[in-house]
């Protein structure tokens, strides 16, 4: 006997769609919380991705359950594009952090590469200037130090000068460790710059 | 907070949700207080308190917004209606933009100054009808397929089929988070006014009550 001559009909299972639609939103409510905190977790916050189809007027309605699964694949796409941004800002930002220490460590090598705070992924408006010492005397004799600038405007202005600067050098620089400043003044870094013998 | 009919008029007044409506959404709710409002105008103690309100948002708070729980369950909500909550603002979003781009919370109206405070500090949102085009009760349903929206205008919009509306025994009044039917929305001239509130999954009562409440004591007190 042949096994086609047994043909058992197919029947289609029962589907309890309204646990079908609850699992849906659940699923929608999550990816939303996945994708908002995506955008807003790191450093500078992401733009939300745009979906791939704009309706012009709000549409308030009882979704059907098609509907369902296209707002949850959707969402599901948009998470996965932000998730792709994201590493790719977390690269380029692990790229500028390496290229911070290496300025710091040898600024000269560096000439005049300026990395900031968003370019690290951090928050405030620093930034990380290789510069010459004493001007066009330190570009000539290759003297050359990192400069940290608050990027605030009101950093500039009069204002009396730490006592290590009084003695003629010009603004501050990374080298001098300072005592604890009010927050729009620059932070000293780590490792100090000798200038570098002509 | 008060089912509808009862008689303390202080307290919000839960309107009914359509059995399919609520089929689907089980946590979704709408309350609703009728209100007197004073005044056209705001007086200073208002207008101080939109400045100070102004001074305290900063653009982080604003981008943090959607990540608190009641702004992202409005937007969870709005994704599950069918809405794009990135195109088609929560109403907290909207005010706060309004906020960044205006530079300040602009004073319009005795009422809307009121509604503005309280959506800024429970993130939840309240709408305001116009109370003599009110006939009983507010309540939560789809729209019947070319059903107009409002009485008062003859060339208001039929809505579709399915499309979800607050409405009273006569008719559609509001789309659910989109537009007040033309005539119906309340005016700053008008004393009489209806506010109403929807609280959906993730939203606790007592903020979308305190929302209420603080409109009615905004109008009342100053």
Known sequence: MSVLEHRTPLVAPAVDEAAVRRTLREQVARLERELVAQATSC????PLPAAATRSRAAAPRLL??????????ELAGRLHDLTAQRRTHADAQARA???LERMLLAPGDHRWVRVTNADLGEPGCKAYHARPRLGLVGMLAGWWHVKVSSGCPLATGPRRRPRSSRSGEPEQAVAQAHAPDPAWWSQAAAAPAAPRAA | MSDAGDEDDDDPRRGEVAADVAAEHPELRLW???ARVPGRHSPPELRGRLRSMSDRLRGAQALALRSQPIPHAYRVFYRQIGIDP???????EAVVVERLRAGEFKPYSFLQDAVTVAVMETSVPVWALDATGVEGPLRLRTARDREPL????PRAPWLPEGRLVVAD????LAVLFGDVAPGHLARPDDRDVVLFSVAVSGVPLVAVAEALWT???TLQVL
């Open chain 1, 43 to 46: 450093l500078p916050h992401l």
């Open chain 1, 64 to 73: 059907s359950l098609a509907e369902l699964e296209a707002a949850r694949d």
């Open chain 1, 97 to 99: 952090r390496l290229l």
């Open chain 2, 32 to 34: 609703w207080l009728p």
């Open chain 2, 86 to 92: 990135d195109v088609h603002r929560i109403p907290v």
């Open chain 2, 150 to 153: 409002g009485r008062r205008d």
């Open chain 2, 169 to 172: 025994d006569a008719g559609p």
């Open chain 2, 215 to 217: 409109v009615t004591d």
